[in-house]
Structure formats: structure tokens, C-alpha cells
């Protein structure tokens, strides 16, 4: 869904449909040529993702293939395209490149006195800023890191992209079963750093940003799996999932919503890991529903279902604050 609300993009087995309140704006047959959806801007440009191909479904039911984030050079070293986002505006794109080199290792060439020498590999991750329309970009971070196991590289970005969230994460040659994670907020507007952060022993599996600069870090170690809630002014909150088997589906302003698989019901905690309410999924699917769930910041949860007849999408909200469910009327 859009962040304003007015754009919805569903997908089955079938088709891929894109639609403007109720309204169905287009609808694409084959769905599994697209790939994976990476979001849908507040002007109804559609990103999907399969493979190496990244493409924009505009309005017009027209179909751009992207291409042009990795410069090619010759002789230089094959670059990937790693994770990417869409703007909540759908005018820019964020997307993070990948590559690797060799280079000499020269502290045993030289403790060696040049008898011979080793290559070592260095990763390297950046991540660019592109614009749709004039199709030019701009680096806004590097980070190189030596060795495959060596050392990982997260990052999330606030929708309407002012917000940089990176985590860096290396395992020192020296100290040995040692994990440092270096995390940072850049305010890519003024094009500083509000905010960094040294954490100890701690490789996150993936990270989070949400609107009010919060980052959601999953950790998972010597077998136990936690969340990690870190505010823009480094407070930390640990959270503990409900369950193993479980899913987090939200992460708001100030609650998070876990899906529990085999109890079939979704549980909404708050940042200080309390219960805040349970809902029955029954409950959602008996409002027939047909895609998955959807919340709004304060978390309500949005059910979607088609009327094939009308061929229009209803949606349903639950408002688990006022215990009340309703149908939304839109335009």
C-alpha cells in the first residue's frame, strides 16, 4: 500500500493489479514475470523485482525496465545490485551495489621481505540515491570489508528518504569470537551523521527504521532469537518474541504485531515489551479475506478483498484500541 493510503497493488496466481481507492487502474496477467513487488509510490508507480531485472509499472499501464545503477567500466571488477527501495513520493529510488576485489596483502608481503605474496579479498557495499526522472544518482555510503564471513552489512531507509539507518558489522582478526556492529543514522538531507552506535558482541540478522527514527535490530544468539529496540538517542529496549513459531508483520511508532502460526492469532505488544491485545485470525478471514494484512501506523489492521463481480477491492478495518471493526468507504 502507498503510505498515503490511496494505492493498493495485490498479486496471486494470476494476475498482478494495481488499484486507485476501489478503482482497478490495471490489471497484468503472469504475475511470476515481475517477480517480487518492492512497493508502490503515493503517484501509483509500481517497483517490482525479479532476478537482476528491476522494473516500473507506470500508470499508463506502461512497463520501464531500470537499468543504469552499476556504471560500467572496463576492466573493472562485476558489480551486483543488492537490496533496493522505493520513495513514498515513487520519484527515487535507494539501492545498494555490490562488488569484490583483490588486492595484495602487504603486511605478510612485507613481514616475508617480498618472497612472496597472498591476495586478499576485500567486499565492498554502497549505497546511491537515484532519481526517476532525470536518471542521475549519488553516493550517500561506502563500507569494505575483507573476507566473506568476515562481517555483514544491513541498512533501512524512512520512506520519504531523509533517513539513512546502517549497520556494520565485523568480526576483528585479532579477538577471536568477537562481533562488533557499528550502527549509524544519517540524515541524508543535511548530509551528516545524527546519531552512531558501537554495540558489543551483537550481529543482527536484519534491521528495521520506523517513523520516528526507531531501529528494530533481530538478533540471534547461541540459539535464543530477540528483537532490539534502539531510539534515535541510543536507548535500548530488548523484546522477546511470543513464540518460535512465529512472524513479525508490523513494525509501528510505538507497538510491534507478531503473528503466532500454529496458534493462529495475532499478538501486538508495545516497546516495553508488554501484551497489549490478542486478535483471532478467524476473525479477520471471516471478512473474506484474500490478501494479506495491512496496518496503519497506530496499528489498525487493514483486511482487503476482492468483489469479483465489480471487480472494485473493499477493505476492511479493526481498530483493536476501540474493539471495533467497519468497512471503508474510499473514492
Known sequence: MSKNGDYVITADSESLSLFWGEKNVWTKQMPDSFGDILGV?????????KDREVVLHHMNRGVEALSGFVPERKGAPPVETGRIAINEMGTSLCVELKGQSEEEDEGIARSLLKTFSRKKVIYKHRIVIYDLDSGGGREVWSFQREGAGD????????????????AETTFPEKQPGTKITRLYLINLEDDKTESQMTLS????????????LMCLLEIQD????????????????????????????????DLLVFRLIQEQVLLLKDFSDKFLYLIDEGLLFSMALDYPLLFRLNGDVLALYLDGEK????????????????????K
Open 222 to 253: 547461541e540459539g535464543m532469537h530477540q528483537l532490539l529496540i534502539i531510539s534515535p538517542k541510543g536507548d535500548k529496549q530488548f523484546i522477546r518474541p511470543p513464540s518460535r513459531d512465529n512472524e513479525l508483520l508490523f513494525f509501528g511508532n
Open 311 to 330: 471487480m472494485c477491492l473493499k477493505r476492511s478495518i479493526f481498530s483493536w484500541k476501540a474493539r471495533v471493526m467497519d468497512y471503508l468507504y474510499l
Open 151 to 166: 562481517g555483514s552489512f544491513l541498512w533501512d531507509i524512512s520512506s520519504d528518504f531523509r533517513y539513512l539507518m546502517l
Open 41 to 49: 509510490g503515493n503517484n501509483g508507480m509500481v517497483l517490482t523485482r
Open 201 to 212: 558482541n551483537i550481529a543482527p540478522l536484519s534491521i528495521r527504521l520506523n517513523e520516528k
